[in-house]
């Protein structure tokens, strides 16, 4: 057994590291079981703005399961359902998230590791990422829960692709394909990320709920409701709102407090 998943709270950001470097940040049941856990109580903080999602170091953001618990509590059909719970209900954890969340990738993001990312909102990649899904490799499949982020994501093609071939390709060709948001020199990674949260951050909170809201009830594709269309015009009853068309007149930066 060995993994960690490491929450860290600065002000109005969360970050959440996978920290397993030894096996480029593999993830154990234990520590899907913590990163559910992680998300879905973050998720509940209404202070927060933004959370970051990330590997220990700079050689990996995730490469999935660790495969060595794979002979001891992934061997069968029921194991593998056992098992599949707690990474499906992270991975579901981090998509259903009301706060914004960036999956901030050096490195290998691969497997369950890209999976996870492709729950995240923005995906700013430095340009040494490598990202794929090997999992024929294993003699695996993807189950519907774990495939669904990948297909919503990059589409059926890019999909199938990655699945079939199970080759791992450069930041580049991420972007190109649609994987990623972002793909940032190494040098100048971590102020990038930084400069991103920063605007987040900066943005009136419950505009960003809202956005994530609307955004995934579009994508399921049924028509709005009456009163679904209306809560598009609720943000005008927010003390944000005045806050943020006064503070454009007046010229000094908005302070947002959520309300």
């Not at 990996?60 to 059909?77: H, L, N, P, Q, V």
């Not at 923005?122 to 794929?132: A, K, V």
């Not at 519907?144 to 589409?155: F, I, N, Q, S, T």
């Not at 709920?209 to 409701?225: E, I, S």
Request: charged fraction near 25%; glycine fraction near 10%; include cysteine.
């Amino acid at each position: 057994m060995s993994g960690n998943i490491i929450v860290e709270r600065d002000e109005y950001v969360a970050t959440i590291t996978i920290d397993n470097p030894s096996k480029r940040n593999a993830m154990g049941r234990a520590m899907w079981e913590a990163m559910g856990d992680a998300m879905l109580t973050l998720s509940s903080e209404a202070n927060l703005r933004c959370i970051v999602l990330r590997g220990a170091g700079t050689e990996a953001f995730g490469s999935g399961a660790d495969i060595d618990e794979f002979e001891t509590i992934r061997s069968s059909k029921e194991q593998g359902i056992a098992f599949g719970r707690h990474g499906h209900r992270a991975m579901h954890a981090v998509r259903d998230c009301p706060i914004p969340t960036v999956a901030a990738i050096r490195g290998v993001c691969v497997g369950g590791g890209l999976e996870l990312a492709a729950g995240c909102d923005f995906r700013i990649t430095s340009d040494d990422g490598r990202f794929g899904v090997p999992i024929a490799r294993l003699g695996a499949v993807l189950a519907y829960p774990e495939l669904e982020a990948l297909v919503r994501l990059a589409g059926p093609q890019v999909a199938l692709e990655l699945l079939l071939e199970g080759r791992v390709i450069g930041a580049e060709e991420a972007y190109v394909k649609g994987i990623v948001t972002r793909v940032v020199p190494c040098a100048q990674y971590d102020q990038e990320l930084e400069k991103t949260v920063a605007r987040i951050v900066a943005g009136a909170p419950l505009s960003a709920r809202w956005h994530k809201k609307f955004v995934a009830r579009l994508r399921q594709g049924a028509p709005l409701t009456a009163e679904e269309e209306l809560e598009g015009y609720d943000c005008y009853d927010t003390e944000d709102f005045m806050e943020g068309y006064r503070s454009f007149l007046t010229k000094p930066p908005p302070q947002f407090k959520g309300k």
